[in-house]
């Protein structure tokens, strides 16, 4: 029989009410976490995110603000080498090509906006290195505007749901826009980023303690624990 028989009808709102609770124990999202230890700028932001790209949070965070706490605005980067930011930054991955891309990043906000890097999606996507995941959860978090990031947790955990059905994380984008309430746009990857990590994880997703297992269709999970 097929499992979505003894499932609950499945309502977002509940779940993220329970999910909220389920992930009070883990480390937070590294960017949520960064904001809440000041480092909330839209710069500040936007630069933490690319020095996350391919580095897990546990090292992303410490490294971000390691580079802050040295040049916390656009004006104050800009008067850096892309060898003294590449040393800042040097555990994470590709930090070369990261650390010509924010002095790139730094001067082209001093240039061309003021030195002060604008709420605006198409300025941050016209940058260098900077793609929709970083752009939309910088202008969430430091601006409050209404939009989606989609990273492998979201994509993996809402597809896993059932409550979208897309094969790439654009896609899961493109297919919340449609679904999810906007109300929850920025908070699915505080919530899903530790969500994904501790407990819906890629193998084995601890189901027999996961506080949705109610609604979620288990959407190509073949083993759990």
Same mark, same amino acid.
């Given at each position: 029989m097929n499992v979505s028989s003894f499932k609950q009808p499945f309502d977002i709102d509940l779940v993220l009410r329970r999910i909220r609770e389920a992930v009070g124990p @883990? %480390?937070?999202a590294a960017m949520f976490e960064l904001a809440d230890l #000041?480092? #909330?700028?839209p710069f500040e932001q936007l630069i933490a995110c690319i020095i996350s790209i /391919? &580095? /897990?949070?546990e090292e992303s965070l410490p490294i971000a603000r390691r580079l802050l706490d040295v040049a916390r605005t656009p004006a104050a980067m800009a008067q850096l080498t892309a060898d003294e930011i590449d040393q800042l930054i040097t555990p +994470? &991955? @590709?930090h070369e090509r990261k650390a010509a891309q924010i002095l790139a990043i730094a001067q082209q906000i001093v240039g061309q906006h #003021? #030195?002060?890097l604008p709420c605006d999606e198409e300025v941050l996507l016209s940058f260098s290195g900077v793609g929709v995941k970083c752009a939309h959860l910088a202008l969430g978090i430091a601006c409050g505007q209404p939009w989606i990031s989609v990273d492998i947790h979201v994509h993996r955990v809402t597809n896993r749901w059932g409550y979208v059905e897309a094969s790439t994380p654009e896609r &899961?984008? $493109?297919e919340l826009e449609k679904t999810l309430p906007r109300a929850h746009w920025i908070e699915i990857n505080r919530l899903l980023v530790p969500f994904g990590k501790h407990i819906c994880t890629g193998t $084995? %997703? /601890?189901? +027999? +303690?996961?506080?949705v297992l109610d609604m979620c269709r288990q959407v190509g999970v073949e083993?759990? /624990?």
């Open positions: @883990f %480390p937070k #000041g480092y #909330g700028a /391919r &580095t /897990r949070d +994470s &991955t @590709f #003021g #030195g002060e &899961t984008m $493109l $084995l %997703p /601890r189901c +027999s +303690s996961c506080p083993r759990h /624990r």
